[in-house]
């Protein structure tokens, strides 16, 4: 089955700054890659994702990229706000399928 | 619209007893999921019902059941309470928008804690 490795763990950045964090999937027919943030207390919430035909998506501050061949795909956030910090988690699998969740990343942006 | 509801938020439970996580959506989506979410383990699929009348099982199911009374509504039971199933538990709905949108809803979340 799938498995999803996500780094890093924990990053905290200075407010202004980019963050990045990276994924790694183990299913190469996995087509579908979505991310999910999660702040203190509260639920999930869908952030952006990507499909397999696709090497890049943005919307606004939030990219994702997407290497099939390496089998891995990263969040970029742009210009951190203190309203980004939060827990991120990116998951793969088959689009229409289920899908299998990384162990998260928490984000803290410095002020 | 309420989205995603749970009840109940916050239970407290002792080993081996027994209780029921109830689910509703209001969107009239077709499929629904249990997870659990432990620190440092990411949210992990118990089971899952594609459409009313089925369900099948996740990644880990062991010391659950399910039940999709109807479309609105997925239930999580648990028999037998064990301290390993201290957790959060998220119930969510799904919908496939077009070909490229795969949105999961997902509710508020209820903290149970096995003594």
């Known amino acids: 089955g799938e498995n999803v490795e996500q780094h890093p763990s924990t990053l905290s950045v200075q407010e202004g700054d980019s963050a990045v964090i990276k994924c790694t999937y183990s299913?190469?027919?996995?087509?579908?890659f979505p991310w999910y943030k999660q702040e203190l207390g509260k639920r999930p919430q869908l952030i952006i994702d990507?499909?397999?035909?696709?090497g890049e998506k943005k919307d606004q501050r939030i990219a994702v990229t997407l290497n099939k061949t390496a089998k891995h795909f990263s969040l970029h956030i742009t210009e951190t706000q203190p309203e980004d910090s939060a827990v991120y988690f990116c998951?793969?699998?088959?689009?229409?399928?289920?899908?299998?969740f990384g162990p998260g990343t928490r984000l803290s942006v410095l002020p | 619209n309420a989205g995603v509801t749970q009840t109940p938020k916050f239970q407290v439970l002792k080993t081996g007893q027994s209780m029921t996580l109830q689910c509703a959506q209001d969107m009239n989506h077709n499929s629904m999921y249990w997870y659990r979410q432990d620190p440092g383990m990411g949210l992990r699929l118990i089971y899952y019902?594609?459409?009313?009348?089925?369900?099948d099982k996740g990644e880990v199911p062991n010391g659950y059941n399910v039940s999709r009374l109807n479309k609105r509504e997925f239930s999580l039971r648990l028999e037998s309470a064990a301290p390993s199933q201290t957790s959060v538990y998220f119930c969510?709905?799904?919908?496939?928008?077009?070909?490229?949108?795969?949105?999961?809803?997902f509710g508020p979340g209820t903290r149970l804690t096995v003594l």
């Open positions: 998951a793969a699998g088959d689009y229409g399928q289920n899908f299998v």
């Open positions: 969510a709905s799904r919908v496939f928008s077009g070909p490229s949108t795969d949105t999961q809803y």
């Open positions: 019902s594609a459409s009313e009348g089925t369900t």
């Open positions: 299913d190469s027919a996995s087509n579908y």
């Open positions: 990507i499909r397999s035909n696709v």
